[in-house]
């Protein structure tokens, strides 16, 4: 019986301890939360009580500009800016929109194909621009070749009655402008088709008073024909193997 005394006294400070105050800081908790949740002088006030017993109000058509400044993948892959297929202005549809007015020689259909192609064998062994215009029978245009500048500018200095097609890409061009030669002759390729190409340039030339004959060969087809000023032009169609229309054009009075 002693023993079992001893142990209940011995409980009696243990009692006594938990039901004795709290430490400071469980204290200092207690009374936050009883402040915050009304139990103070604030829960007379009605605006501190809506503040902080009302339910948080989220407006869902504002929800997606969260973070609006974050960096944030791309919705879609970035597109590498590609150029326009052309270095002349209009588009191409297989139809011509530059140029197209009557007074200017629009698109005209082009008569079929007459006789040989004997450009088209000069085209064949010519290596560059400078020996396409060499080989041409115009002694204007043959002369003036030796004093050929290569330069994609050129492009831009054909003759006003036949300018770069309205899609033309320019793969190389070049040009002569001294004792007294005005040659322009520019290669470029286009997605039109050879036969409006060919309806382009024949229209505008017949327009402008140049004659125009059409040979052709194997798919390979040349347009050309002089004026009475001394003007001559031969323009030389084929068809690439990415499909693509490639353009050969030899003018002697540039601008």
């Known amino acids: ?11 009696v400070p243990l009692a ?3 039901c004795g105050p709290k430490p400071a800081a469980q204290g200092n908790l207690d009374s936050l939360d009883a402040e915050l949740a009304g139990n103070s002088a604030n829960a007379s006030d009605p605006a501190m009580r809506a503040a902080l017993q009302d339910q948080i109000m989220v407006d869902p058509s504002l929800t997606g500009q969260s ?8 919705q879609q892959p970035y597109s590498g800016a590609i ?3 052309s270095v002349a202005g209009g588009k191409n549809d297989g139809t011509v929109t530059a140029g197209g007015s009557s007074s200017s020689g629009g698109s005209k259909p082009t008569p079929a194909p007459s006789g040989n192609c004997p450009q088209c064998k000069i085209k064949n062994d010519s290596v560059t621009l400078g020996a396409l215009a060499s080989r041409q029978g115009d002694k204007r245009t043959a002369g003036c070749a ?3 500048q290569y330069s994609t500018a050129w492009a831009q200095r054909l003759p006003a009655d036949l300018p770069l097609y309205p899609d033309a890409r320019v793969d ?3 040009g002569a402008a001294n ?4 040659l322009r002759v520019v290669s470029f390729s286009t997605g039109a088709s050879i036969q409006t190409v060919l309806d382009y340039y024949y229209g505008r030339a017949t327009a402008a008073g140049y004659s125009a004959e059409h040979q052709a060969d194997d798919g390979q087809h040349v347009l050309g024909g002089t004026r009475r000023d001394g003007a001559a032009y031969v323009i030389y169609l084929d068809t690439r193997g990415d499909g693509r ?3 050969d054009i030899v003018a002697n009075n540039g601008n």
């Open 146 to 148: 030796r004093n050929l």
């Open 83 to 85: 150029p326009p297929d």
């Open 16 to 18: 006594l301890t938990a």
């Open 245 to 247: 229309t490639e353009v």
């Open 67 to 74: 973070n609006a400044d974050a960096v944030r993948p791309p």
């Open 172 to 174: 190389e061009a070049a």
């Open 179 to 182: 004792g007294g030669c005005a």
């Open 1 to 11: 019986m002693a023993v079992r005394h001893f142990y209940l006294l011995a409980l």
